[in-house]
């Protein structure tokens, strides 16, 4: 008899057949293209673990066609619908292989709604069957797969399989043929192929950050002064207005108060309590791992994924607020204690009676909050920096509230009103075990009493300006995206990493790009649907209403059918109209994010070309009519944005890249600069600036040797030479 287990990735499917093989029992195949799969004995039974490397199977279109709405789809294998998901197809083969042999099945792909897609799909289309017993675990350590192995659910959990189809139908759904109805807009008033996406979520959250990015553009600074006095010892004290809207107002202020003394008038002492924070759920623990470290979501959430597929943390995509108490948190901690970095702070919770955690109000029936394991392996520098970040999470959670004292000391000055602010800890409680991420900062005043006279140093005057409302993080979006019901746990980094591959986002402190704005702006004016909130939470709570029971993914599916119907019918009234604002702004976007700055040789613009021999991106100034031979090489992936300031150094315009699921870097342009040595080796440096030589050669070469009219790309002067060479030909 063999039993075929289906894990989700490669990585599962070793941990799983290590912790579940009898000794010595062990297998490792391979096939040709280094894919592997494992084979043990246990209980006197053969065992034949395989994996997936995600979605074996994808929804595409029926038949062909590229028009809208289309709703005729089926699953087909993934590598057969995108070139991009070709590297499927080799773990695809391993497993049609193996699992022709199973004479029962165990689905333990990750306990969610696409791990249950995922195994559903491979059961139903390769194995030809519609149930198996289900694995279900939150963490990857021996112990917790042994126990899931040996009291499996007897069946697959359907409500989850029918929540996550649901899902899949909705997203493809509109994010096909929205994304066509926008396409198709700008080829019928444009004559141009050129795709522009949005979709179920994707158009709302854009929206979102449309809204408030014109309230940061449309903000007007207004003036105001602040006045300080500084105090012997290094105190400073602020005058009771802390924005002084006159000049005049301050200046008498400050004239008044330019005196030998303050005098205390009055000290008002408060005792603030702090409560530990609440374990981690995803959209927190991404929003920390940002703030923290500067990880990107998607990034964040890929090194999590790393640490839970080694056993040492558990599941990360989870909703859950709470650590259940059944996962033995003094064996845990005894564990952790092993580690020097935690064993003074674990020593003395392990100490205690009674080990209770903070909770919060969020649930989750698949996962609880993320939690160490206890388990330790060698780990990198970002994986150990994440794998902190949870442990000493996990720890507060365990702590004592933490008591602050906040004074508040009243100052004369001649007559002005200034306050003295102090803080300090009274007891420590969790914020000891949280270590640098309570982040608390202490202002210690010295002992004084009502009457005191406390000496001036001096009296300071500040001009300032308010500030606009500020940006959202790529961490702050994640909280505001959970609050706005849009996404879940499991896509919300994804959803905004694809916001910035597309061109809409840039920027650590999220800017939204001229072409997102005015995609945001057309699709409100002309078909609100696509960008309301309302509709997609509405898409959601039907979501969550199948995994319930509450409804049936029938009914779902066939109420989008009928908005999306009406959508595409008020698209195609408008779709030349929306076209040629689209074409507009995509022109637009273009022309701006191709200006780099301004030439430090001749006061000409720099901008980005491309090479359409080469494919190169390069930087040409537009001096080149009068002999300027500027050029510099630009990086062959990722958005470019200048950043409109230029380098300390070299003088040349800084600029920044943003490169799909890596974190955004800025450089400025000359490759020779000083600021390049420490990442750039002898050999590459060379390469750097012979690709330099070259751009700079390129930029004098876009140029008609015929008329002299200039191009910005090879190609459109290739294209312009075939011209000449055609008026020749007739001539003759």
């Known amino acids: 008899m063999t039993i075929v287990m289906i894990a989700e990735k490669p990585s599962a499917a070793k941990a799983i057949a290590e912790a579940l093989a009898d000794k010595g029992s062990m297998k490792t195949h391979e096939n040709e293209q280094k894919v592997r799969y494992y084979e043990f004995r246990k209980g006197g039974k053969n065992h034949v673990v395989v994996a997936a490397v995600g979605h074996l199977f994808t929804l595409k279109q029926k038949g062909r066609g590229w028009t809208y709405p289309v709703f005729d789809v089926e699953w087909i294998p993934s590598f057969q619908a995108t070139r991009t998901a070709m590297f499927s197809k080799k773990y695809f083969?391993?497993?049609?292989?193996?699992?022709?042999?199973?004479?029962?099945?165990?689905?333990?792909?990750?306990?969610?709604?696409?791990?249950?897609?995922?195994?559903?799909?491979?059961?139903?289309?390769?194995c030809n069957r519609n149930d198996a017993l289900r694995m279900k675990f939150s963490t990857m350590t021996k112990e917790e797969l042994l126990e899931s192995y040996e009291k499996p659910l007897k069946h697959l959990d359907f409500s989850q399989i029918e929540s996550g189809l649901t899902r899949h139908y909705l997203d493809n759904m509109w994010g096909i043929n929205l994304t066509r109805a926008l396409t198709l807009s700008i080829k019928a008033a444009a004559k141009?192929?050129?795709?522009?996406?949005?979709?179920?979520?994707?158009?709302?959250?854009?929206?979102?950050?449309?809204?408030?990015?014109?309230?940061?553009r449309a903000f007007k600074p207004k003036p105001f002064w602040e006045i300080t006095l500084e105090l012997k010892g290094g105190l400073k004290a602020m005058h009771a207005k802390d924005k002084i809207w006159s000049r005049g107002e301050a200046d008498s202020i400050l004239k008044k108060a330019k005196t030998a003394s303050a005098a205390v008038k009055d000290i008002k002492k408060k005792l603030m309590t702090q409560k530990p924070p609440v374990p981690y759920n995803t959209t927190a623990f991404l929003a920390d791992i940002y703030r923290y470290f500067g990880y990107s979501p998607q990034q964040g959430l890929s090194i999590a994924e790393s640490l839970y597929q080694a056993g040492i943390i558990s599941y990360p995509r989870t909703g859950s607020q709470q650590l259940p108490p059944d996962i033995n948190y003094k064996k845990i901690l005894s564990s952790l204690a092993k580690q020097p970095a935690y064993s003074k702070d674990t020593g003395f919770l392990l100490g205690?009676?009674?080990?209770?955690?903070?909770?919060?109000?969020?649930?989750?029936?698949?996962?609880?909050?993320?939690?160490?394991?206890?388990?330790?392996?060698?780990?990198?520098?970002?994986?150990?920096?994440?794998?902190?970040?949870?442990v000493r999470r996990f720890l507060a959670v365990f702590g004592d509230p933490a008591k602050r004292e906040f004074m508040n000391v009243k100052l004369d000055a001649n007559g002005e009103d200034f306050f003295l602010r102090g803080t300090k800890t009274i007891e420590p409680g969790w914020t000891a075990l949280y270590g640098k991420y309570a982040g608390r900062e202490e202002v210690i005043l010295p002992e004084i009493h009502v009457g005191d006279k406390l000496a001036i140093k001096d009296v300071q005057q500040a001009e300032k300006e308010t500030q606009p409302p500020p940006r959202y993080s790529q961490g702050s979006v994640l909280k505001?995206?959970?609050?706005?019901?849009?996404?879940?746990?499991a896509t919300r980094?994804?959803?905004?990493?694809?916001?910035?591959?597309?061109?809409?986002?840039?920027?650590?402190?999220?800017?939204?790009?001229?072409?997102?704005?005015?995609?945001?702006?057309?699709?409100?004016?002309?078909?609100?649907?696509?960008?309301?909130?309302?509709?997609?939470?509405?898409?959601?709570?039907?979501?969550?209403?199948?995994?319930?029971?509450?409804?049936?993914?029938?009914?779902?599916?066939?109420?989008?059918?009928?908005?999306?119907?009406?959508?595409?019918?008020?698209?195609?009234?408008?779709?030349?109209?929306?076209?040629?604002?689209?074409?507009n702004a995509v022109i637009a976007t273009q022309d701006k994010q191709s200006i780099l700055g301004t030439c430090r040789e001749c006061g000409g613009t720099l901008k980005v070309h491309k090479s359409w021999r080469t494919k190169k991106r390069f930087v040409g100034c537009t001096g080149y009519k009068k002999g300027c031979r500027t050029g510099f090489p630009l990086p062959r992936e990722g958005t470019i944005m200048a950043l409109d300031k230029v380098c300390e150094e070299c003088k040349t315009p800084m600029i920044?890249?943003?490169?799909?699921?890596?974190?955004?870097?800025?450089?400025?342009?000359?490759?020779?600069?000083?600021?390049?040595?420490?990442?750039?080796?002898?050999?590459?440096?060379?390469?750097?600036?012979?690709?330099?030589?070259?751009?700079?050669?390129?930029?004098?070469?876009?140029?008609?040797?015929?008329?002299?009219?200039s191009y910005s790309s090879q190609r459109a002067l290739t294209l312009h030479m075939k011209s000449h060479k055609a008026e020749a030909k007739a001539e003759k």
Request: hydrophobic content about 35%; glycine content about 6%; overall charge positive.
């Open 93 to 126: 083969d391993v497993v049609q292989k193996v699992v022709g042999n199973g004479d029962e099945y165990i689905v333990c792909t990750d306990y969610d709604d696409e791990g249950s897609v995922i195994g559903y799909n491979i059961l139903r289309f390769l």
């Open 192 to 216: 141009r192929f050129r795709i522009l996406s949005t979709g179920r979520v994707q158009g709302p959250v854009l929206h979102m950050l449309a809204k408030h990015e014109k309230k940061v």
């Open 352 to 390: 205690r009676k009674e080990l209770k955690p903070t909770s919060g109000k969020a649930t989750s029936a698949a996962h609880p909050a993320i939690y160490p394991t206890g388990l330790y392996k060698k780990l990198g520098d970002k994986q150990m920096k994440v794998y902190d970040l949870v």
């Open 480 to 489: 505001a995206m959970e609050q706005a019901g849009l996404g879940t746990q």
């Open 493 to 583: 980094a994804n959803i905004l990493q694809i916001l910035y591959d597309r061109g809409y986002l840039i920027g650590k402190s999220i800017e939204v790009t001229e072409l997102g704005m005015q995609l945001a702006e057309i699709l409100e004016k002309n078909i609100p649907d696509v960008v309301s909130e309302k509709l997609t939470r509405h898409f959601e709570e039907s979501t969550e209403a199948v995994q319930e029971g509450k409804m049936k993914r029938e009914d779902v599916v066939e109420d989008s059918k009928k908005r999306l119907i009406k959508i595409s019918e008020e698209f195609r009234k408008k779709e030349k109209k929306i076209g040629e604002e689209l074409t």
């Open 656 to 709: 920044q890249v943003s490169v799909p699921g890596r974190r955004p870097f800025r450089m400025c342009l000359d490759p020779n600069c000083p600021t390049k040595k420490e990442w750039l080796d002898k050999k590459k440096l060379k390469q750097v600036q012979a690709d330099s030589r070259k751009a700079s050669k390129l930029a004098q070469q876009l140029k008609c040797e015929v008329c002299s009219k």
